[in-house]
């Protein structure tokens, strides 16, 4: 008997995080030369579905309105998904059939959504990068790993930010029909069968954002302006007029971290925009934002972004003409 797949989608929709895992599925049934998954989309009420693209979809159930149990329950994410305010009735059936269901998840801020029903407290999770501190901050019994591209917890899944819909797919697909069958899958869709690498190397979260007072932010356009420089605490701090220890306490009160923290992710972020802008080799960046050896770059770049600047920068090579 094909198992289930359903995905609940709110209007508005990221229409690749539906059309995603549909596609890994329905490719999983051609591979294994069998039915194996029967797909579903649902939605909250009748009538067609506007995503957040402007195209329809024409919803296969409306969550409620049918007892029929599901093998495996995802939601997908929307812009606005955060705030969106499920019917009370829905987030009822939401957690009979989570419950009930072999699996459930999320996909990108679908998160949200799951978390309003209580079904991810004490949880560890992933959602899209951007949203990560948002559900943290709303929801601090909930554990979010703003890297990962998939989380596997018992019976939950969840997956980060719209694409990651299809890496958590084809797990599932690993999960019931083999590597083989996975691999093949992934073939035919032109994707990694394993990704490298997580989600924050497509992350501005740790960008770096004049913050505090007048004197603080004209110290820090200054660090990014000039991130070769030497940036210690002394330097910093006569540069603003301070003593170092005032300017040490001023910088973590105001701004909120401590000053190498921020001079470090300004060095990261100039790296990126260098690498992103075609710039030279690994070594000649390092010199370029502030790092004394390669070795050191290395290690503080694959911390922030989650790969070597060798893989950043050939993924952002630019294309010969």
């Not at 330097?235 to 220890?245: D, M």
Request: hydrophobic share 45%; charged share 20%.
């Amino acid at each position: 008997m094909a198992k289930t797949i359903a995905l609940l989608a709110l209007p508005g929709v990221q229409l690749l995080d539906v059309s995603g895992p549909l596609d890994v599925f329905a490719q999983a049934n051609i591979e294994a030369g069998q039915a194996f998954y029967a797909l579903q989309v649902m939605a909250c009420k009748r009538g067609p579905l506007i995503s957040s693209s402007g195209v329809r979809l024409l919803p296969d159930r409306v969550a409620g309105e049918s007892d029929e149990r599901v093998d495996t329950l995802l939601v997908a994410g929307a812009p606005h998904a955060a705030d969106y305010a499920m019917p009370d009735a829905t987030l009822s059936w939401l957690c009979g059939m989570a419950v009930r269901a072999r699996r459930y998840g999320s996909v990108c801020t679908g998160a949200f959504v799951l978390a309003g029903t209580g079904l991810l407290r004490g949880k560890h999770i992933t959602t899209h990068w951007a949203a990560a501190e948002r559900l943290r901050q709303e929801h601090p019994s909930v554990t979010v790993d703003e890297d990962a591209l998939y989380v596997r917890d018992g019976k939950l899944r969840t997956a980060a930010g719209v694409t990651a819909g299809l890496d958590l797919s084809l797990s599932l697909v690993e999960e019931d029909l083999g590597r083989d069958i996975a691999m093949r899958v992934a073939s035919q869709l032109v994707m990694f069968f394993k990704r490298p690498g997580g989600q924050m190397q497509f992350s501005r979260s740790g960008e770096t954002r004049p913050a505090g007072r007048s004197v603080l932010q004209e110290v820090q356009r200054w660090i990014v302006a000039h991130p070769e420089l030497d940036h210690s605490v002394p330097e910093l701090a006569e540069r603003a007029g301070l003593s170092p220890r005032h300017f040490a306490r001023l910088f973590h009160t105001e701004v909120g971290s401590t000053p190498a923290a921020w001079v470090e992710a300004a060095r990261i972020a100039a790296a990126r925009a260098l690498f992103e802008g075609g710039h030279a080799a690994p070594k000649q960046v390092a010199a370029k934002c502030g790092f004394q050896n390669i070795d050191t770059f290395r290690r503080v770049f694959a911390k922030h972004v989650g790969v070597t600047p060798a893989e950043y920068r050939k993924r952002y090579m630019p294309i010969a003409m």
